[in-house]
């Protein structure tokens, strides 16, 4: 195996990142995509697993240099409905997998001993796939885990909120709304209750919380009284067990509902349940240490407001960082056109470059430093200990 040519594989990096801004796939959908990713990894020598845990774009990548630490990276690809990468997926998915293939040819070499794993992850907007993956077995060997996401300023790793989401469904009896409303019973009053509830509960929740929902179905016409009516709700807080609590809570407050309107209900997890995201400050410090050289100088301000990410349940289970680079001017906000035009630029993918340098730069210091091991490792076993014990 010989080293590659950097200069061809930052144009074929850039090519990657580019085909799939401009052929956006949605959750689960992102056959295009993860070809694109699968194709490149193959060709700087990783052994792929296709149809990963089952799910068909899914899929595992991995090196082996000699006996050591197992790094891996986090390959993002999905995009959002109608503003396509509009959060920037297409330069996560570019990150990891260029930082994997760069560090692959750095531990050939310079003799560095590890193993990195690639886990192409699709849906993060939806129903997570690395929901799945932290429930099973594939993350028992990982020593580190890592990747970064754009946004309006380079910031350290923080952390993210929790998150359930919610359906209820109630189910009434129609009946002609003019000339015969007692024999009916109104599904969407059960809905109404529920949101009136919710909104009554929201002054007894704490600062961190987020709670918001739609009406996904609130009947036909309005002379029938309507007989099945049902809403989604997110559901957010700063910690797992503080969510569940809040979550039992708003099942309560449709249940309610559901008594006063004369309602049947029904409910479930219409998407997977994040965790809040655990960053190893060990890790990110040294992340921090390698971008400064890089020309990656971080916001003095620290990110004020995080959403949700599937990379927290990642995090309970390896120790983890998820850094984000700058692409937008301050005040931009991803899932918006502007995030989206900005994420399939030359400047965008110019950070990205430097952010896979910095995982390179960082990645060789861990692999030879047992000490660092040792720390990182350490830290992670306290930080769940303390989670646990919450």
Same mark, same amino acid.
């Given at each position: $195996? ?6 061809? !594989? ?9 085909? =799939? ?9 992102? #056959? ?8 490149? !990894? ?28 197992? =790094? ?66 594939? !993350? ?14 380079? #910031? ?58 739609? =009406? ?76 400064? *050289? #890089? ?31 700058? =692409? ?43 000490? !660092? *091991? ?7 076993? $306290? ?8």
């Amino acid at each position: $195996m010989n080293t590659h040519n950097k200069t061809e !594989l930052h144009e074929a990096l850039i090519h990657l990142s580019k085909n =799939i801004h401009k052929t956006p796939e949605l959750g689960f959908n992102e #056959y295009f995509a993860a070809k694109c990713h699968v194709d490149l !990894l193959k060709k700087y020598d990783f052994k792929v697993s296709e149809n990963y845990l089952n799910c068909e774009t899914a899929f595992r990548a991995e090196f082996s240099n000699g006996d050591g630490p197992t =790094i891996a990276f986090m390959s993002e690809y999905d995009a959002l409905p109608e503003i396509g990468h509009a959060c920037g997926h297409n330069l996560i998915g570019m990150v990891s997998t260029g930082a994997a293939i760069e560090l692959s040819s750095e531990m050939k070499k310079n003799s560095i001993s590890g193993k990195i794993i690639v886990f192409g992850t699709p849906a993060e907007e939806t129903s997570g796939f690395k929901v799945d993956l932290s429930a099973s077995d594939a !993350l028992d060997n990982i020593d580190i885990c890592m990747m970064a996401h754009p946004a309006d300023d380079n #910031y350290p790793s923080g952390t993210s909120l929790a998150l359930d989401a919610i359906e209820f469904e109630f189910e009434g009896k129609s009946a002609h709304a003019a000339s015969a409303p007692e024999k009916g019973i109104n599904a969407l009053d059960g809905v109404i209750n529920t949101f009136n509830n919710i909104n009554a509960l929201r002054q007894q929740t704490t600062p961190d919380t987020r709670i918001h929902g739609i =009406i996904c179905n609130g009947g036909i016409v309005p002379n029938i009284i309507p007989e099945y009516a049902s809403a989604r709700f997110y559901a957010r807080s700063n910690h797992r067990r503080e969510l569940s609590n809040l979550t039992s809570r708003i099942i309560q407050c449709a249940q309610a509902g559901a008594l006063a309107s004369g309602t049947k209900l029904r409910y479930n997890h219409f998407e997977a349940s994040y965790d809040e995201l655990l960053t190893n400050q060990t890790l990110s410090s040294l992340y921090c240490k390698s971008a400064v *050289q #890089y020309g990656l100088t971080f916001s003095p301000i620290p990110r004020e407001s995080y959403g949700s990410l599937d990379m927290g349940n990642v995090s309970h289970k390896v120790p983890t960082i998820h850094p984000y680079f700058k =692409i937008v001017e301050s005040g931009i906000a991803a899932h918006t056109p502007e995030f989206e035009r900005a994420s399939g630029t030359e400047n965008a993918h110019t950070t990205a470059f430097k952010v896979i340098s910095t995982f390179v730069t960082l990645s060789c210091e861990y692999l030879r430093s047992p000490v !660092l *091991q040792k720390s990182i490792s350490e830290e992670f076993e $306290m930080l769940r200990r303390t989670v646990l014990s919450d």
